[in-house]
């Protein structure tokens, strides 16, 4: 088992979260991080996520998203063995009838590969779920609105186990929830929102013919708009006037790591990042800014400091200014729900994916070395490369090493002066590394 012989390393050389470190007795959400591609699963574990949720091309919101073949998907499940976590698959579109008659073979799989949960939204794919996949776990998706104790109820009584909630309710509303239902409640606490209800919404079918309700939303309500008056046409006047343009809706993205104060003694049971369209880089820092927060939290510590860094982390990887959503009154409008900036910011970006070897996979045996010694390791490279780049390797206990690239060279022993996204380098490294470490530089250094 090389995933288990690389996870005691990494729980042995605290470079990876142990949950049964944790005190007893200490009741621990899950930290369910999104799984858009099997190695983005795998990345998640290696980073602290406790559960990961992905979807198949044709059953899934994020139609889009780099989702999973049927066998894929066996292969996450695996993964999810392995790791000692789990995975859930999300079948959150509301189907209709060509989908409705293809889905019994897709959940009899799901129950075949026994994933740990089935994530939907659809009462008609419940029903379904209910006869073909009987002993999969129900979750209810974020799109079918559940909004009161009494919905919760509702779903509960058809056999769901865990929903969740409305991204549209606030503090006092979840936590009145949970004070009158033991379902399993789940709320986002990361990523990108909606400016509709949960996704509801018909402005990008409306605008290009691609419907957020069959996963291909393109986020027009993101896009800049002008306001033409009927008499004066090419005229276009600015709403809300910005040197960039004029945006009407425009939502800020959701982080909640500065109130898992507030949030982990609720009894939430799962704590959602939303994004299996994002990569690599922002997967790796979000996973472990909440993952260290939330560790803390469990072994009774201070969370000022992993929240603080966490966050600095957080400002670092592509993202729209920040908001805390609906759950708190904004404190102004540094706290608003839409921002007049249209651009996303973002300070550092993705070098590279550590490899194993020239052909390696994650799979890949690798050894903890001696910490003194120099290491080869392999880069597959994902932004442009040249010497004296200082590059920063990301463990999942929140550390960073920065290293210099002084020279490297290609796979087959020749030096090259630059590396372009696709190729991969090699090269020493002072310190232990492994296999889908994420590698960062800052931009323009
Ligand atoms: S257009 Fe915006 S509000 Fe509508 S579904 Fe897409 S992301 Fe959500």
Redesign the pocket.
Same mark, same amino acid.
């Given at each position: 088992m090389v995933i288990d012989r690389k996870e005691t390393f990494l729980k042995s050389s605290g470079k990876i979260a142990d949950p049964e470190s944790q005190s007893p007795g200490v009741s621990r959400p899950e930290l369910l991080a999104p799984g858009g591609s099997l190695e983005k699963c795998v990345v998640a574990f290696l980073y602290g996520a406790d559960a990961v949720y992905a979807g198949t091309r044709r059953y899934t919101l994020r139609a889009q998203a780099g989702n999973l073949g049927w066998e894929e998907l066996a292969a996450a499940r695996h993964q999810a063995r392995l790791w000692k976590r789990k995975l859930y698959v999300t079948v959150n579109s509301f189907a209709r009838q060509e989908e409705i008659r293809s889905l019994p073979a897709f959940l009899e799989y799901l129950q075949e590969i026994e994933v740990d949960g089935i994530i939907l939204s659809d009462p008609g794919v419940l029903r379904l779920a209910a006869r073909w996949a009987p002993q999969v776990p129900i979750h209810l998706s974020t799109q079918a609105n559940t909004t009161n104790a009494e919905s919760v109820r509702f779903w509960a009584d058809r056999g769901v186990k865990r929903i969740n909630l409305a991204r549209e309710l606030c503090f006092e509303e979840i936590r009145d929830i949970r004070s009158w239902v033991s379902t399993e409640l789940e709320i986002f606490v990361h990523g &990108?929102m909606?400016?509709?209800y949960s996704?509801r +919404?018909l402005?990008?079918a409306a605008l290009n013919g691609r419907s &957020?309700n069959s996963g291909t939303?393109?986020?027009? +309500?993101?896009w800049s708009y002008r306001l033409v008056e009927e008499k004066r046409p090419g005229e276009y006047f600015p709403i809300w006037e910005d040197s960039g343009g004029s945006y009407i809706?425009n939502?800020r993205d959701l982080c909640l790591l500065g109130e898992l104060g507030l949030l982990l003694p609720l009894g939430i049971d799962a704590f959602k990042v939303e994004g299996r369209m994002k990569g690599m880089l922002y997967l790796a820092t979000v996973v472990r800014a909440y993952r260290a927060v939330m560790d803390r939290w469990a072994r009774g510590c201070a969370l000022g400091p992993a929240e603080a860094e966490g966050l600095e982390d957080l400002g670092r990887v592509s993202h729209r200014p920040y908001t805390r959503g609906f759950l708190f009154p904004s404190k102004g409008p540094e706290d608003a729900k839409s921002a007049p900036e249209v651009t996303y910011l973002q300070t550092h970006a993705l070098a590279g994916i550590v490899r194993p070897s020239p052909h390696g996979y994650w799979e890949e045996p690798v050894g903890p070395g001696d910490p003194d010694s120099s290491h080869i390791i392999y880069l597959e490279v994902r932004n442009r490369l040249t010497p004296g780049t200082t590059l920063e390797f990301l463990f999942p206990d929140g550390s960073i090493r920065a290293h210099r690239l002084e020279s490297f060279e290609d796979c087959r022993g020749a030096r090259r002066d630059v590396a372009h996204a696709g190729t991969w380098i090699r090269f020493p490294v002072p310190f232990p590394t492994f296999p889908l470490q994420v590698v960062r530089m800052e931009l323009n250094s």
């Open positions: &990108a909606c400016i509709s996704g +919404c402005l990008s &957020a939303c393109t986020q027009p +309500c993101r809706f939502s």
